[in-house]
């Protein structure tokens, strides 16, 4: 109260009350330009942009873009190669996702009734985190390579004649997802580690006392009480899962066979291999639309469920 | 009597056991984590014959240090690790530049319209890069960027993430300490300075390792962008690498790996806590 009365009486003693007016009117707004300028210029502008050429028909060959209403979406939706990328980038999600998620919940729990050798379990899981994915992807073909990898090196013991992994169509799009995997998992085990010590000590003891077990325990009081981190987690894995595109390059370029063509791969196939700028940008426009969707229908279907503090 | 302390007996043997199994299914998990790394490093640490051995090769047999030193006359990773600090520096630099007064404005000051230009703002979260790289391809071409450091770092600068973590770090910040310093005739950049920054150093220490992690492993934009081993960073350097020598001699493609690799790993090492609290300060979900 008395504050104000200060403020109001030290803003009444100033001469330049208008020029301040005007200009304390402008300074949040300016506070946001620098942001906004790159914001404008390298996220929304090329987005819109991208939007709008995918209704052109453009290429190496051709000197200025010619307009061709929807014709790029009706070619990528006639492609049977967009399809079969599609279907990889679904296989992907609907692998990886839940694999991740489970894994790294339950670890973090199990990290964290533990008292002794913590730090150890969190850094130990935590390090391929750190790893660049040109590097992880690197190290991944070595321990995949058919001949010398540790992986064959180990089935061999146990007299079995190991497999051709990323070399083999059958094989390849998992082998990718493991990678993935493992090197994600450690990033939503801290996650999930630090959902969980907002988790009332207490509410442990009294489940204890009424006699309910370690997948009760979980089930009726972690669960319902980290839905925020949960949803948190599934939706940078779905941003994540539509961006995978270092592991494919190194790894696969692809192949064999597109087996492991995914989106971003393929716009980067269409954009700078052949050079079709109309192709390139209407999938830009498709890959921003599906985020969107698909964050949108997860958040809209998880919101009820989601308990917040 | 006797039947209680049996029940008592048993539930604390159960525990114990619980216990003990749950540590060996960690060390178990930790150790397939950790293996594939250990793995590459002897790898890299080898003469090439090396890897064609029985066994494992967990444990060297004969150490090659050379393979580091030759490496670095294979390919240009000197100047990639160059240009990499250089453009995560300008980067981290610019963000926070950027970031704190638009955190700042959207956390303490009212206007009209502010909150959805917060959306706008950190709508941006759910476009990465990779998604729009095409169009921004574009941009760079009509700025003369091709092949520039400075391309390298501009689509990075506005930062979704880093606006919305500041600015919930701004929000607890008491409005008592902001009106005392008006008072004492402070403008909104000496509140910033001399209040917001101080106080907020744990978020802003932890965006800034975030950043500089996710940053040290671009690999697509700088792919697209650049042209020349000039201006390349460690990641894509690596990536180049690897085409050219696919020949492979694979005790040299690990020493590459791990070239790129150790830095982060060592920093990693000696500041474990402080990254760990950051990526639980970055989900926001600790308070």
């Given at each position: 109260m008395i504050l104000e009365v200060v403020k109001g009486s030290l803003k009444k003693g100033s001469d330049k009350i208008k020029s301040n007016d005007i200009f304390e009117k402008v300074v949040p707004y300016l506070f946001l330009l620098p942001s906004a300028i790159f914001l404008i210029t390298f996220t929304y502008y090329p987005i819109f942009r991208s939007f709008y050429l995918s209704f052109f028909e453009h290429d190496l060959w051709m000197p200025e873009p010619q307009f061709a209403g929807l014709d790029n979406y009706v070619q990528l939706f006639n492609d049977a190669l967009f399809m079969r990328v599609l279907r990889n980038n679904v296989i992907y999600l609907i692998g990886t996702i839940p694999v991740v998620i489970i894994l790294s919940l339950f670890i973090a729990i199990l990290i964290n009734e533990r008292t002794r050798f913590k730090e150890f379990y969190e850094a130990a899981a935590f390090s391929?985190?750190?790893?660049?994915m040109a590097a992880a992807a690197m190290l991944w073909v070595f321990l995949y390579n058919?001949?010398?990898?540790i992986i064959n090196r180990v089935l061999r013991l146990f007299g079995h004649p190991g497999r051709a992994w990323i070399n083999s169509s059958s094989t390849a799009l998992g082998s990718l997802m493991v990678v993935m995997i493992w090197k994600n998992i450690g990033y939503f085990i801290i996650l999930f580690l630090a959902g969980l010590q907002?988790?009332?000590q207490s509410l442990y003891e009294s489940a204890k006392i009424n006699g309910a077990n370690w997948l009760q325990k979980h089930r009726f009081i972690t669960l319902p009480l980290i839905t925020p981190t949960l949803l948190f987690v599934i939706i940078v894995n779905i941003i994540e899962s539509f961006r995978v595109f270092d592991i494919v390059h190194i790894m696969t370029q692809g192949g064999?066979?597109?087996?492991?063509?995914?989106f971003v791969y393929y716009i980067y196939q269409q954009t700078?291999?052949?050079?079709n700028f109309g192709l390139g940008n209407a999938l830009t426009a498709l890959l921003v639309i599906i985020l969107f969707a698909i964050i949108i229908v997860i958040m809209r279907a998880l919101r009820k469920y989601v308990q917040y503090g | 009597m006797l039947k209680g302390e049996i029940k008592i007996f048993s539930y604390k043997t159960k525990e114990k056991v619980g216990n003990l199994v749950s540590h060996i299914f960690l060390m178990i998990i930790c150790l397939i984590i950790i293996v594939p790394i250990i793995w590459a490093l002897t790898t890299s640490l080898?003469?090439?014959?090396?890897?064609?051995?029985?066994?494992?090769?967990?444990?060297?047999r004969s150490f090659r240090w050379q393979n580091y030193a030759e490496i670095l006359d294979a390919a240009p990773f000197g100047i990639y690790l160059i240009n990499t600090v250089i453009v995560v520096t300008a980067i981290v630099i610019l963000q926070l530049l950027v970031v704190i007064p638009a955190a700042y404005s959207f956390s303490r000051l009212e206007y009209p319209g502010r909150d959805i230009l917060f959306y706008i703002f950190i709508a941006?979260?759910?476009?990465?890069?990779q998604a729009i790289v095409v169009p921004n391809y574009d941009v760079m071409r009509f700025l003369g960027l091709?092949?520039?450091r400075t391309a390298m770092v501009l689509p990075f600068v506005a930062s979704g993430y880093g606006t919305f973590l500041i600015r919930q770090q701004f929000k607890q910040i008491p409005q008592s300490l902001l009106d005392s310093a008006r008072i004492d005739g402070a403008g909104h950049l000496r509140i910033l300075r001399h209040v917001m920054i101080p106080l907020s150093k744990p978020i802003i220490t932890a965006f800034a390792l975030i950043s500089i992690v996710v940053h040290w492993n671009d690999y697509f934009w700088p792919l697209i962008i650049t042209?020349?081993?000039?201006?390349?960073?460690l990641a894509i350097g690596l990536g180049m690498f690897v085409q050219q020598e696919s020949g492979a001699d694979w005790t040299l493609l690990m020493a590459g790996t791990m070239f790129i690799v150790l830095p982060l790993l060592v920093f990693f090492i000696f500041n474990q806590r402080i990254f760990i609290e950051s990526l639980m300060i970055k989900s926001g979900m600790k308070e």
């Open positions: 391929p985190t750190l790893i660049p058919p001949n010398i990898g907002n988790v009332n064999p066979a597109n087996a492991t063509n995914v700078f291999r052949f050079w | 080898q003469p090439s014959e090396a890897i064609f051995q029985e066994g494992f090769g967990l444990i060297p941006q979260m759910l476009l990465p890069l091709i092949n520039t042209e020349t081993p000039s201006v390349r960073t």
